[in-house]
């Protein structure tokens, strides 16, 4: 199917363990992007990328690291999982005409505890 | 820095009433604008978008929402809510051009209650 997946799309885990969220869109837009979103807060930047090989730092990226060797694959990580990471997150790209609509996937919810 | 305000975290309204949602934004360039909705435990997704021409934009569901260039804003409207209404409502600009400054900023979210 087209489109952007995200798995898995729920995940508990414990303080201090490594977890990985995978992404993966159909499309080969290049602009990719993790979010997170918490209550009271809206969506928030951790990461995003511009094409394969290039990343940059988002509006919270501490704690998280990110790849993206492929277009179409763009998976997040956290390094050694912290409570305050618990929320949902939401992987997006870009289609690459005007007006650069973004596309979500369907989120992962994450809880540590 | 560049922001978006959304002006009402919660809004809570009966149906058949009209809805209006502010969005204001700051940047001084050229922007293209969106509405998102997000209905309770799905994804995001577009309910509207502005770039270019008629500044009334029409997307699905019956809402609509004004771009007026001199007041920064883009807000939302729709002239009779259903209780299927409910939903969380994101604005978000992005600025232009595409390139290494290109920024996407959001809106903090409404959350819109339709009470039956």
């Known amino acids: 199917d087209a489109g952007i997946t995200q798995s898995p799309r729920y995940k508990i885990t414990e303080t201090g363990r490594q977890v990985t969220l995978m992404c993966h869109q159909t499309?080969?837009?290049?602009?990719m992007f993790w979010y997170r979103q918490d209550l009271g807060h809206g969506l928030r930047l951790i990461y995003y990328?511009?094409?394969?090989?290039?990343?940059d730092k988002g509006e919270v990226p501490d704690g998280y690291v990110v790849s993206r060797s492929k277009t179409e694959n763009f998976p997040l990580t956290l390094e050694s999982a912290t409570r305050s990471q618990t929320s949902v997150y939401f992987c997006?790209?870009?289609?690459?005409?005007?007006?650069?609509?973004?596309?979500f996937g369907p989120g992962t919810r994450l809880t540590v505890t | 820095a560049q922001s978006v305000s959304q002006h009402n975290h919660h809004v809570i309204l009966s149906e058949a009433a009209s809805l209006e949602l502010g969005c204001n934004y700051s940047?001084?360039?050229?922007?293209?604008l969106f509405w998102y909705v997000q209905y309770p435990g799905q994804h995001l997704q577009l309910l509207l978008k502005?770039?270019?021409?008629d500044p009334l934009v029409k997307g699905i569901k019956g809402f609509e929402a004004e771009f007026i260039k001199s007041k920064f804003s883009f807000n939302l409207r729709k002239p009779s809510v259903q209780w299927s209404d409910t939903a969380e409502y994101f604005c978000?600009?992005?600025?232009?051009?595409?390139?290494?400054?290109?920024?996407?900023?959001w809106g903090a979210g409404t959350k819109l209650i339709i009470k039956p």
């Open positions: 990328s511009a094409a394969a090989d290039i990343t």
């Open positions: 997006a790209s870009i289609e690459p005409l005007e007006p650069y609509e973004q596309y």
């Open positions: 940047y001084g360039g050229t922007v293209n």
């Open positions: 499309w080969s837009h290049s602009y």
């Open positions: 502005y770039f270019s021409g």
């Open positions: 978000a600009v992005t600025t232009l051009p595409m390139d290494s400054n290109y920024q996407l900023i």
